[in-house]
């Protein structure tokens, strides 16, 4: 079992407040935890990829520097 984090930092736009509602709208497979594999396109804070369980999730960003500082926070 993963533990569920909160976004790092505050991003314009981001879901944090929403993550409550939006977790009554996700698939049942989603709510259920059968084995699934959710891709972030737009990770921004990360808020709905860290309600999530992180584990099994991609983040697939085009913005370099964000990437490159989820993998420093990863690796260190």
Known sequence: MSLKLNPLYKWTGGKRK???????????????GTD???V?????GGAVY?????????????????VNFLRVVKSD
């Not at 929403?18 to 259920?32: L, T």
């Not at 972030?40 to 921004?44: H, L, M, N, V, W």
């Not at 999530?52 to 913005?63: E, F, G, P, S, W």
């Open 18 to 32: 929403e993550i409550k509602v939006f977790n009554e709208y996700y698939p049942d497979f989603v709510k259920n």
């Open 36 to 38: 699934y594999t959710f």
């Open 40 to 44: 972030e396109p737009f990770f921004g």
């Open 50 to 66: 860290w309600s999530l369980d992180a584990d099994r999730n991609v983040i697939n960003d085009i913005d370099s520097e964000l």
